[in-house]
């Protein structure tokens, strides 16, 4: 009888996982090159230490997702180490797609073991900002598979060494505006919408103007931060060690009929504090599971 049980239980889960796809992002902190403390000493142009690193795949590996979204990388060589890396532990991502910007330090990334109908690197994103005009630095890279367009983002930053805006508020506003009305354009406005994901770090909270730019616009539904937690009910996504604060500003948006396609798989989701995940990176992964088209 137990044994029957068990082997239910195996074929469920494989039917579940059949019928859904686990879409996951996650800022990796530094998967490069610069300067960090590494063991208490201070080293220039030093990589990302074994140790993040092993905690890092253990993390994506206790999650496994489908897609997995990246930001935070060093290029493609660094990409191409990592999909190695990963494929060794038995994720089988095969397929990579790297995102460009003006940033040539850190870069937006997909992996995924579904290989793309399209992808899109999508540029004219500039936008007036004290006295200049200027594009989001880590630019928007959308790729599309299954039904639906996956846009990963890295907005600016709150650091800043320019008094005129401080925590470079008004930078990412715009950032997050022109984004927004370019995914507008392609995909439409509430339930008329396209299905589309917009996720990645956003470096801003849920009841910030940034944020706001993607969830409406003069009144209208565009799409809904899905609301995931970890296995204690919080909902934090990153840990500022300097200032002891934690906040969340890592998000998967979802337009409504990718809300659906949530809903159709039970609305299953997390933000991952298991093993690893304070090793790893200053940011937990965030997934979540979508019906396949």
Request: proline residues 3%.
């Amino acid at each position: 009888m137990i044994k029957w049980c068990l082997l239910g239980i195996l074929l469920s889960s494989a039917l579940v996982s059949a019928e859904t796809l686990r879409v996951a992002t996650y800022n990796l902190k530094n998967y490069l090159l610069t300067d960090r403390m590494v063991d208490g000493r201070w080293r220039s142009e030093y990589p990302k230490p074994e140790s993040e690193r092993q905690a890092l795949y253990q993390v994506i590996q206790s999650v496994n997702p489908d897609v997995l979204a990246i930001q935070e990388i060093g290029g493609k060589e660094y990409l191409a180490a990592l999909q190695r890396d990963l494929n060794r532990l038995g994720l089988d991502y095969a397929y990579s797609y790297l995102g460009q910007g003006e940033d040539a330090v850190r870069f937006t990334a997909v992996l995924s073991r579904i290989e793309a109908d399209a992808v899109m690197q999508h540029t004219a994103l500039d936008f007036p900002y004290l006295g200049q005009r200027v594009a989001p630095r880590r630019g928007l890279l959308e790729v599309q598979m299954d039904g639906f367009s996956l846009y990963v983002i890295h907005l600016k930053s709150r650091f800043t060494t320019d008094k005129r805006d401080p925590g470079s508020e008004e930078r990412r506003t715009k950032e997050a505006q022109a984004i927004r009305d370019r995914i507008r354009e392609r995909h439409g406005e509430g339930e008329d919408a396209t299905p589309y994901l917009v996720l990645g770090d956003f470096n801003d909270l849920i009841n910030s103007s940034t944020l706001r730019r993607f969830l409406s616009v003069g009144g209208r539904d565009l799409a809904q931060p899905l609301d995931v937690a970890d296995s204690r009910d919080e909902v934090w996504t990153y840990f500022w060690d300097k200032a002891d604060q934690y906040a969340r500003i890592d998000f998967i948006l979802a337009s409504p009929p990718m809300s659906e396609r949530w809903e159709n798989a039970s609305k299953r989701g997390g933000v991952y504090d298991g093993q690893g995940s304070r090793q790893a990176s200053d940011h937990r992964l965030v997934w979540a599971d979508f019906s396949k088209n």
